[in-house]
Every structure is written in C-alpha cells, then in structure tokens.
C-alpha cells in the first residue's frame, strides 16, 4: 500500500458486532437470496447509481437497509418504500447474500412491525470495515447489482 | 571495478512509464545521494565523537554510481555504491558502515514523516534541509520507492511526504515542483522576470532566455484577449500552502479552449447539484454551498481542459460535498470533496482483479487539483491499455 494510503489496518479481520448483541440476531445464510436495495433519484448520473448507494449512510450507524427476496419482490419493496413510508426512489437493484458475504459483509434478518410493518426488512453490516474496504464493497456491489440490471424501474 | 549493489528505486508517475529516466529527473538521483552522504558524515562523527574528520576514504566509501538495469513499466534504476579498494575490517564504525546505515535512516525518516510520527533519534535534524533539493522536481503523482537491492519494497517518497519532512524545518520556504494556470500578461525581458496572476493573485517567476519566446507569445495573446490562459510548469516557492514564486520554468503553454460538449456536461451536472435544497436525501443530505460548487468547477475545468478527461459522473453527497466517479475500462475510480473537513479521498479500484489504492488530499493545497488529476491520469492510462 502507498504510504499515503489512508487505512493501514486494512487487512483487519472484520469483527461482528451484530452476533454480539442479545439474544444474537439472525444471520442470512442463503447465499442464493437477493436482497433488495432502493436507489435514490438524486443518486443516478448517466443511468449509473452513485457506488455510495451500496454504502449505509451516516445515520444508518453502518447498518445497510436492504429488503428480503425470500420475503417480498423488487415491485413490493419499492411500493411499502415509496407509498408507504413516503421515501424517493427510482429504482430496485439487486445483490445476493452471497455476494455481501464475499466481502465480509453479514447479513441479518430485522423485521420492523413499527412505525410501518416490514417484514422483509434486512441489514447489511458494514461496522468493521475501514474506509477502503467500504470504498471497495460497495464499488463490487454496485458492479454486480449494474449486472443484473435494475430489478425494478419507477414507472415514468 | 568493483561495485556494490546499494538501492534499487522505483521511480513512479507518467513520466517513467515505459521503464525510462528522463535526463532532467537524474538529479533527484544525485539529490539523493548527496543526502545520504551528509547522513553518513553525520552518523560517523555521532558514533566517533573523538574523531575531527572522517578521514580520506570517505569520498570514495560514499561514491554512488547509476547502472544501466532499467526494468518495466515504472523506471527502476540500480545504483550500487563503489567500492573502490580491499575493504580491511577495522574494529570501531567505519565509514563505509556509515554509508549503508544512512541509507537505512533516510528510509526511516521517509517513513516516519509520512506516517506523521517523530524522525528517528539517530537522525541529526540539522540535515533536515538535505531534503530540499531531493524530490524538489518530483511532479505530482510521481514518487520514488526507496528499494533496498533484496527488498520488493521500500519507503514511498513524494511531494506529500517532502512536504511533511520539510515542514519540520522553522522558517522554510518550500520549493517544489507545480503545474499551475492563469493569466500572463506581464514581462520585463532586462531582469527575465514575468507577472502570472494564479488563483486571483499576482505572482513573480523568473525564466530562463529559452522560454523568452513562450512568455512573449503568451503576454501577446493575453493583449489580445485577456481570457486567454497559460499553463506554467517549472519549481515555485510555497509559503504555508500559498504559491508565491516561480523559480525555475520548464514548460510554458497556451491552453487550448475546453472541449464544449465535456464543459455542458458539467455545468449540467453542477446545475443538478445546485438545485438541491437542505434534506434531499429523504431527510437527510445538505445543500451543496455555493463555495462548494466553485471549488467543484475550477476542479472539473482543470481536469477536463488541461488534462483531457471526460466529466465524471458528478453525485452529491449527504453532507454537502460531490462525489466524481469515471469508469476507465474496469478501473473504478472515484474522488470524494468533503467540504468540512476540506480533503477529497480518491479511490481507485480494478473490479475483477481488486487491485486498488487511495489517497486523501488536502484541498487547500496549492497542488490539490494537479494531485487529483495525476491520481485519476494514473487509472485512466491503465484502463487504455
């Protein structure tokens, strides 16, 4: 790494603070199920979203808020996201379990029931993560999320 | 002769693409070695303290010599330390000890001053201005890893980290090397002297009469139309982190008018940014300032009329800063301008192989848009290949 390099305990071995909570919360562990994520409007150039958009943002304390493809579809999740909870989106993307995974990424089941019942809700763990590796997750997530191509586009 | 391998650096940047050393880049090399050479006095007077003068052999013990071994892609020349006699090992610290420890220390300090930690206790600071002159022409996003002949790698030295070393010394004036654009439209050919107005302020720069024709043409189509730009590239001395004279000139050159399509793309994206209010970020997210986006446009500007990239894709971020982002190949490469705590972070990442690097520049550097562009040139010749 270059001496400029801004994180040197890159190679850290992440930590999962999640599983240390009590009771643990449930790990994702069907590495084939998708999980969905909500792309802001403001957060697309040229059709491409913002690599951020696969990055939780600071008031998400490192928590990444995906929705269950086990438990909703990309059509469903953009509906509770936009008409219910009365969030901006403009389209659905995609990434596995397995994926996040790859990247040291645990995924964790988080069914919220208030303020606005969601069943499918998720949580991608970004915490033990340094600058860099965020940097480099959520530049592969977005590769492979442009991939497979929005999963649900906002009707115009 | 007999010769003994001593360094094996690697000189990296644009300009040693290709394995090559340009003629003018061997003085860092003799730079180099005259620093390593005061270390060694030092060290040897230190480790004598009964000893007036280092004695006759020091010259020869400290002769570094350059060796035709050029390897690929960034320069990699071998300088190997002559040896110039039958060494009989005398018992105390000789010079040639010295030598070879100065070596090690001058690698020490590269690594300290760049890890922001104190030099190491041997290093006498009174030799701290030896680092003046060396990497006093190294060019934005040009370093030199200061390789030992076993080792794969060595200490990084580049113009962040000469800075970090130099700032050490009270009262300094640091010179360094700089690419900077502006106005020119004064000149006194009796004293060889110009008046470049950079950033808003009027600056003073000597040249040498082979640039005499450059600067005339260049006062002459400022005359003709005072929008005209020059982009100045030579050794300037900066004060603080303000740029306030051009020493030496190596380049001088009228800037061609910007391609229209790139700069429409980017006042849109900026018009974008703009129209944002407080809270777009479902709640969250700041408005970009007006200061942000001037600073983004002259940012942009630079890297899209002097260094021929195309606009980015331009996205705001949550706390009032921009994201730019350029796909070059499978390079994915991004440049983040946080204006609070006023630094971009530039990450560079090859999607299939994950190889990557990054970076924070400070942006009240009066280098931090020549640094941007040198880090995104880098990817950008990597994704063409």
């Known amino acids: 790494m270059k001496s400029e390099a801004v994180d040197d305990v890159d190679e850290a071995a992440p930590v999962d603070l999640l599983q240390t909570e009590d009771p643990p919360r449930i790990r994702l562990d069907d590495y084939d199920e998708m999980l969905f994520r909500q792309q802001h409007p403001d957060l697309v150039r040229d059709g491409i979203p913002m690599s951020s958009v696969f990055e939780p943002k600071k008031a998400d304390a490192g928590l990444l808020s995906v929705s269950r493809g086990a438990r909703t579809t990309a059509e469903d999740a953009f509906v509770l996201h936009t008409k219910v909870k009365g969030l901006r989106s403009a389209a659905v993307y995609g990434v596995t379990v397995g994926e996040c995974a790859e990247l040291d990424l645990p995924g964790y089941e988080d069914p919220k029931v208030n303020p606005v019942p969601d069943p499918a809700h998720a949580l991608v763990d970004f915490c033990a993560l340094p600058r860099k590796r965020k940097e480099r997750a959520s530049k592969k997530l977005r590769d492979w999320a442009l991939e497979r191509k929005p999963l649900y586009v906002a009707p115009a | ?385």
């Open chain 2, 1 to 385: 002769m007999p010769y003994e391998p001593f360094l094996r650096p690697k000189l990296n940047g644009r300009r040693f693409d290709g394995g090559v050393i340009p003629l003018d880049a061997l003085t860092e090399l003799q730079a180099y070695s005259e620093l390593v050479s005061a270390v060694a006095r030092a060290l040897f007077f230190q480790r004598n303290p009964d000893r007036k003068r280092v004695g006759k052999g020091f010259k020869d013990d400290s002769t570094l010599v350059l060796r035709g071994e050029i390897g690929e892609g960034s320069a990699l020349p071998a300088i190997d330390r002559w040896v110039p006699y039958e060494q009989v090992a005398l018992p105390g610290f000789s010079t040639a000890d010295a030598i070879l420890d100065a070596r090690e220390l001058v690698g020490e300090c590269v690594l300290a001053a760049a890890a922001g930690v104190p030099l190491p206790a041997d290093f006498d600071l009174d030799l701290l201005p030896g680092f003046s002159k060396f990497g006093r022409r190294l060019r934005p996003g040009e370093s030199i890893e200061l390789r030992t002949p076993n080792g794969k790698c060595g200490p990084i030295y580049d113009q962040s980290v000469r800075r970090k070393i130099l700032g050490r010394v009270p009262n300094t004036v640091l010179e360094e090397s700089v690419e900077v654009r502006g106005s020119l439209h004064g000149l006194d050919a009796k004293s060889k002297t110009f008046t470049f107005t950079h950033a808003g302020v009027d600056i003073v720069g000597t040249y040498d009469p082979l640039w005499s024709k450059s600067v005339i043409e260049a006062v002459a189509a400022y005359d003709v139309d005072p929008s005209v730009q020059s982009v100045i590239k030579g050794v300037a001395k900066i004060e603080g982190e303000r740029l306030v004279k051009i020493t030496q000139v190596y380049d001088i050159a009228l800037l061609e008018k910007p391609d229209p399509v790139e700069m429409e793309k980017m006042e849109n994206s900026l018009s974008t940014l703009a129209r944002l209010s407080d809270g777009w970020l479902d709640g969250d997210g700041v408005a970009p300032s007006p200061e942000s986006l001037d600073f983004l446009r002259d940012a942009l500007t630079h890297l899209i009329e002097r260094e021929r990239l195309s606009c980015p894709r331009l996205y705001p971020t949550e706390d009032g800063g921009a994201r730019a982002e350029w796909f070059f190949q499978r390079w994915d490469i991004s440049a983040e301008f946080n204006p609070v705590d006023r630094v971009a972070y530039l990450h560079a990442l090859e999607l299939d192989t994950d190889e990557e690097e990054d970076r924070e520049i400070s942006l009240g550097s009066e280098q931090a848009v020549g640094d941007i562009a040198a880090f995104v040139r880098k990817y950008q010749a990597e994704g063409g290949r």
